[in-house]
């Protein structure tokens, strides 16, 4: 089966370090979303892109955090600094909108703890 | 905002028992995704219902999605402990580029054997 593939799986940093996660979605999905999930909040959307453009960002705070996609088979997703209350696990996901409404293929997230 | 409220948050069962969480909104959706996520993996999706009313069944879980499109229950039979994980709705709304789903909170759901 085809899967999205996130690195690291698991991330403990200081806080102040700077944190990069990695995603490389499935072949030939077109849209790519970074998810984070915490207990409180559940999966909140931080980002997407769609044909390697970012679409929203609205969900991300703008002075630490950053999104990229610098070729159709990487996202990256970095916090600098990080803070301990970035501290949760980060999922990738993507798509491909064929037809209108369509589901998401996710990740296994990068559980991050920030001390 | 969209907000999806998933019911009941937790559910613990004994095995052989049928159940049904739900999902709600104010907002209407243009299409209902159910996902189950197990711990330490993502969400991996069930079903999509897009029509009012539309009725899914995937062997003993059946999927409902409201006549007004803005509500969506999920009912299992005879619940096994393999049923166990947590329970995503997840809404979608707009449409072409603009397209994106809103998750609700989950409902965790304990199959004991």
């Known amino acids: 089966d085809a899967r999205v593939t996130q690195t690291p799986r698991h991330k403990v940093t200081e806080m102040g370090q700077e944190v990069t996660m990695r995603c490389q979605p499935i072949?030939?999905?077109?849209?790519v979303f970074w998810y984070r999930q915490t207990m409180m909040q559940g999966l909140e959307l931080l980002a997407y892109f769609r044909n390697r453009a970012p679409l929203d960002d609205s969900g991300m705070p703008k002075d630490r955090f950053s999104a990229e996609m610098p070729d159709a088979t990487l996202a990256t997703l970095k916090i600098q600094p990080s803070e301990p209350r970035d501290s949760a696990v980060y999922f990738c996901?993507?798509?491909?909108?064929?037809?209108?409404?369509?589901?998401?293929?996710f990740g296994s997230g990068t559980r991050l703890t920030v001390v | 905002t969209q907000l999806l409220e998933q019911s009941p948050q937790f559910l613990s069962i004994q095995e052989g028992e049928n159940l049904t969480v739900y999902c709600n909104s104010s907002s209407v959706f243009s299409s209902l995704q159910w996902y189950r996520q197990e711990p330490g993996e993502g969400p991996v999706l069930l079903v999509t219902v897009v029509t009012g009313g539309e009725v899914k069944k995937l062997k003993r879980l059946t999927f409902q999605f409201g006549d007004a499109r803005k509500d969506s229950s999920l009912h299992i039979t005879a619940a096994q402990p393999g049923d166990t994980g947590l329970y995503l709705c997840?809404?979608?709304?707009?449409?072409?580029?603009?397209?994106?789903?809103?998750f609700g909170k989950g409902t965790l759901l304990t199959v004991n054997p």
């Open positions: 997840a809404g979608g709304s707009g449409g072409g580029s603009n397209y994106k789903l809103t």
């Open positions: 072949l030939g999905h077109n849209t």
């Open positions: 996901a993507s798509g491909s909108p064929r037809g209108g409404n369509y589901g998401y293929t």
